[in-house]
């Protein structure tokens, strides 16, 4: 058995075909017919204007940027979640502040939001923005989240770029806040091997963002700048990708949940590993399949596991590090963190690629059985 990754890259068949399109009208730049379709179907789904760009973060940047933030200006960021949810508010000169997640969704905890807006704004301080995290392919509870936020007249920046496809109440997330994100990272639920979408309430603010990406520059022959831009437009080559991968997407969530769903069924009789919650206002797509190990009950630690993992080469992670535990944001404000530091101790992502074989998913299973308490003892027990 080769080594065995966490997410994969799963082509669905016509990305080539869209690829050799470029090739061969010569669309190999930043325009041109993929990415015209690319957007429209994007848009089509979210049911938002949608501008494609070369990643995530750079859809992050745009995104902040769009909701006015700026030097000295204060964003509120789920506490656990990737780094590049946060350093484009620090790009633009801005200060985080980490607000812990919900034990039961481990999503950003509503309840603590509200006290960090009510703190703040009983020192007069209104943060420019929040940006909610959809971890690991499940919906935040987006309502509450937007009732306090409205109250507090801050807009919401949604990081959906683990969330494509993901559910809140029968909608799709990123399109639920004034600005959403997605990323075609090659281990995101689709890819473009790089890229990102930024989407909008507003029209206006989506052609902002495409002007921005393309250096800003000002209508007319001449290179004429009165604002600040960035070279983050995709490339019609890369939207050929997306654009084939975008009508598999819905298989591609099946096939993940399964692969979940397969897990939590084989880990059924073993104490102490359990499922990511399944919030019941959405539907998650489990892109990673997120289990908790408690070592007093499943008999090993989550590093235990990991390392039986490692030794058959295969790639499974710790959660994300919350941030308020990495050397870069040492110091920074927090509302929280202690759920967020006990998930990191204990959750893990296993193998997790929609074109996972049960076969090969058998091993990584028949693994971490072997490192339970109750393997142990029925090995025990059946010998003389
Ligand atoms: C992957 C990811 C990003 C960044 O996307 P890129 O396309 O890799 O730049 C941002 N936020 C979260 C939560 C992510 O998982």
Redesign the pocket.
């Known amino acids: 058995m080769s080594r065995v990754y966490l997410s994969v890259p799963h082509m669905g068949g016509n990305e080539e075909r869209y690829v050799r399109e470029a090739f061969a009208s010569n669309w190999l730049s930043t325009v041109g017919p993929n990415l015209d379709a690319f957007e429209r179907a994007f848009a089509e789904r979210l049911g938002r204007p949608a501008v494609a760009l070369a ?6 940047h745009l995104g902040l940027r769009l909701l006015g933030v700026g030097p000295g200006d204060e964003v509120l960021v789920s506490d656990l ?2 780094v ?2 946060v350093n484009p508010i620090r790009y633009l000169g801005a200060e985080p502040v980490f607000v812990d997640s919900d034990e039961d969704t481990w999503m950003m905890s509503p309840a603590l939001l509200a006290e960090a807006l009510e703190d703040r704004a009983g020192r007069g301080r209104r943060p420019r923005a929040v940006i909610v ?1 959809h ?1 690991y392919g499940q919906s935040a509870d987006m309502d509450p989240i937007l009732d306090v936020c409205r109250r507090h007249d801050v807009p919401v920046l949604e ?1 959906a ?2 969330a494509l496809g993901t559910l809140y109440k029968g909608k799709p997330v990123g399109a639920l806040g004034e600005v959403g ?1 997605f ?3 090659g ?2 639920i689709i890819t473009t091997t ?3 979408v930024l989407v909008a309430q507003r029209q206006d603010w989506v052609e902002k963002a495409r002007f921005w990406s393309t250096q800003a520059r000002d209508p007319g022959p001449a290179y004429h700048h009165t604002e600040m831009g960035y070279n983050y437009r995709m490339s019609n080559v890369l939207a050929g990708i997306g654009r084939g991968q975008l009508e598999v997407l819905d298989e591609r969530v099946r096939q993940r949940r399964a692969v979940a769903f397969r897990y939590r069924d084989a880990f059924a009789d073993l104490p102490g590993i359990t499922l990511m919650p399944q919030a019941p206002y959405g539907l998650h797509t489990n892109w990673l399949s997120c289990f908790l190990v408690d070592p007093d009950r499943f008999g090993a630690t989550r590093d235990d596991v990991l390392r039986a993992l490692e030794a058959r080469d295969i790639e499974a992670r710790p959660l994300w590090k919350p941030m308020h535990l990495q050397p870069l944001y040492a110091g920074c404000a927090r509302q929280g963190g202690e759920v967020a530091e006990r998930l990191y101790e204990r959750g893990m992502c296993l193998p997790s690629s929609s074109s996972l074989s049960p076969d090969v998913q058998d091993v990584v299973i028949e693994t971490i059985r072997s490192v339970s308490r109750r393997e142990s003892r029925s090995r025990g027990a059946l010998q003389p």
Not at 55 to 60: C, L, P, Q, R, Y
């Open positions: 990643s995530g973060t750079a859809a992050m979640t990737f590049a949810s995290v971890l990081d770029a683990e994100v990323s075609f990272n281990n995101k790089g890229g990102g």
